[in-house]
């Protein structure tokens, strides 16, 4: 070569230039590429010693590019991961946690969705930077909250979702139905617990939302999110729903407790009243039924009464048909006796010589009344008692 440093090029011997001394060069020379590929090839050859393009040469590289193809077949499935094999695009198994093994591409290839993972979706509110606070806040998305109730009023509903994909327990499809049958399942899953949650807000009335009906909501808008999820045979599977926050507008809060309070104020005063009507009623209704006993009492009595009275006067009339002069002078004195038996009497003698009026002496009150006769139990205790 005319270049080469053995003469010092054209301009004369040694390493100088036209112009005078050219840079000396300082330190170590790197190596000669050129130097370094002919040992190289040198090398080879004496493993191929009918050089590159014999057909020892070309088995083995052959050989050594089917080991690197086929030695890329080797995966690793990680522990919230699950893999799943298609070969020319069809499933055709499942692989778990682990290294595994599949046909190299393009005869297999491998998908590994989180399939263990609980996935976690948050509507009404999202995650913002704050360089104020140097980290992450928590701001509301009124477009995502703000939900009418069946009694027409406005309610801001924050809500948490957790979700997954199914295990094979539960579908033995859930994970290939996940991968092929839905294109955005986080979007979808979003859509869907926001359409839930509105259509059962909007199904219920304000008051049971915001006090003791929140767990029925939060089931009732799972159970509706899964029935979608499956209808779409999106192989997810919806784990809970969690009510965050559960307030009217910002605007109308402080209306709103006013309110509150006077419903509060109102049921108190039902209470008290029930109360009171609860210890009332009763009593009156007790004299009522006492009342009316003694009146059923004095009824049945005046009626045995009149049915007495009126037999007797039926038998005193049998017999006054019988004997009239008798049976009238009888019911004559029995008539003055009742009449004048508590009165007071006087005795008047209006005979000649009488004297007039004379007292009246009561010889049955002067008559001393006998003790009745005691009995035979106490005629014998009084007989032991003397003994």
Known sequence: MPWKNQGGGPWGSGP???????????????PDL?????????????????GYFSGLGIALILLGVIAIWGMSGFYRVQSEEQGIVLRFGKYVRDSYPGLNYHLPYPIETVLLPKALRVSTLSIGMTLIDDPARRGRTMRDVPEESLMLTGDENIVDVDFTVLWRIKPKAVDPHGVADFLFNIQNPEGTVKAVAESA??????????????????TSTENAVQELMQKILDNYGSGILIQQVQMQKVDPPAQVIDSFRDVQAARADLERLQNEAQTYANRVVPDAKGRAAQIIQVAEGYKQQAVAEAKGQSARFLKVYDEYKKAPDVTRERIYLETMEHVLGSSEKLVYDG???AQGVVPYLP??????????????SQSQQKGGSTR
């Open 351 to 353: 005979g000649p010589g």
């Open 16 to 30: 100088k230039g036209p112009w005078g001394s050219g840079p000396q060069p300082t330190g170590p020379r790197p």
């Open 197 to 214: 949650m509105r259509e059962i807000v909007g199904k219920s009335n304000i008051q049971p939302i915001l006090t003791g009906a929140r």
């Open 363 to 376: 010889l049955s009150e002067l008559t001393p009344r006998r003790s009745p006769a005691p009995s035979t």
């Open 34 to 50: 050129e130097d370094l590929l002919r040992r190289v090839q040198d090398r080879l050859q004496q493993f191929l010693p009918g």
